[in-house]
């Protein structure tokens, strides 16, 4: 079944290339925000080690990633909950809690709106308003809770870029307890930044017990064709879960692909600078461009607004060269006016920013 235009996403490799008759390694994916260091040498390893236990079920308790999630940010084991992805707690999140209505910021990650509405809930949005730079004002937000079962909040924002203070989280996680409603934090891009634990809202946990964090662990560790992320909440919000999904929903090789990433301080120290750097000099290179306005961004991501093009052309003009970029046009609150471009290694950049630069201009050298 082919995926309705709203929900569709950015990252897929397979269908370009389809398309296109490139070879996948031809390919310049843009449209997905991945580490741009790629795989780690460490996860590589613990991968083709535990090749030999798939011949069992994985460990249904995910005893080892949860301990290792639990050393890495500082959290109980006993409070995490693994998924095949951070998408797949969503669903999972909003089969089990049924809420009736749901506030989401527009423009954010669609995913969540389509697990609310599988779920059978009414999608609110709170629009983020260009002007401001697409910021959220947590006040505000809040005040729109009256009413709303589940909240989400995602930190920093997709596609936008845009961060939320821990104290900014915690005025909407306050609003929402009074009000008895829930919110989910996706924190899957905080990894990207230097000052992370600043920003984070695990802190949280222990104060709010309507307050749940969600993170992907497929896009600072470059794994998301394994499929991993976890999901932090009151003990019994994730029995509830457990009693929900998959018993052996997270296998065996993303596993000790987990295990391994969490561990390995080096590569995630190199990630942070690596892409802090290259964000600085793409967001220049972009601004360079005639009709080209980035925003400012803080993750692996820059969104940007065309101002002599269109989303569409630009993707497709892009496309001949094999570059993929991300047509933000199906976001709620924003127009094919707007792209979004991950952050990869300079050289990288170099290519994407001249194929820009040519097709901008209609094509010519």
């Known amino acids: 079944m082919n995926t309705p235009r709203e929900f569709e996403h950015g990252g897929n490799v397979y269908a370009a290339a389809r398309l296109t ?7 310049l994916d843009y449209s997905a925000n991945i580490n741009p260091l790629g795989l780690s040498p460490a996860v ?3 991968v083709q080690a535990a090749l030999d236990s798939v011949v069992h079920y994985p460990d249904a308790a995910a005893s080892a990633l949860k301990t290792a999630i639990g050393k890495r940010y500082g959290v109980d084991p006993a409070l995490v909950t693994c998924g ?12 089990v809690r049924r809420p009736r209505r749901v506030l989401l910021a527009a423009p954010t990650f669609s995913e969540y709106e389509r697990a609310a ?3 059978g809930a009414a999608v609110e949005y709170f629009p983020l308003p260009e ?8 006040e505000a937000f809040a005040a729109r809770l009256a009413g709303v079962d589940l909240a989400f909040l995602c930190n920093p924002n997709n596609p936008t870029g845009g961060l939320l203070s821990r104290a900014a989280v915690e005025t909407v996680a306050a609003a929402a307890a009074r009000r008895g409603a829930w919110v989910v934090v996706d924190e899957s891009f905080l990894d990207f930044l230097p000052a992370a634990a600043d920003y984070t809202c695990r802190p949280l946990l222990g104060a709010y017990s309507n307050l749940i964090v969600l993170q992907s662990l497929t896009k600072f560790y470059a794994v998301p064709g394994l499929r991993l992320g976890f999901l932090l909440a009151d003990r019994a919000v994730g029995d509830s879960l457990d009693r929900a999904k998959d018993p052996w929903n997270v296998n065996t090789l993303a596993q000790a692909a987990g295990v391994a990433a969490l561990a390995d301080d080096a590569y995630r120290e ?7 750097a290259a964000r600085g000099e793409l967001a220049s290179g972009l601004a360079a461009l ?11 991501f820059i969104l940007a607004r065309l101002a002599t093009t269109t989303a569409p052309a630009l993707r497709q003009a892009m496309l001949r060269d094999g570059i993929l970029i991300r047509d933000c046009g199906n976001y709620p609150g924003l127009s094919p006016a707007y792209i979004r471009l991950a952050v990869k290694l300079p050289a990288q950049n170099a290519v994407l920013l001249a194929a820009l630069a040519k097709n901008l201009k209609g094509g010519t050298p």
Do not use: K, T
């Open 290 to 300: 005639p009709g080209v306005r980035p925003f400012p961004a803080c993750a692996n």
């Open 270 to 276: 190199a990630s942070v600078a690596a892409v802090a």
């Open 84 to 95: 095949n992805g951070a998408a797949e707690l969503l669903y999972v999140l909003c089969q």
């Open 117 to 119: 509405r599988a779920a």
């Open 21 to 27: 008759g490139a070879a996948l390694g031809d390919l």
């Open 131 to 138: 002007e401001d730079g697409f910021g959220l004002d947590p």
């Open 44 to 46: 590589r390893a613990a």
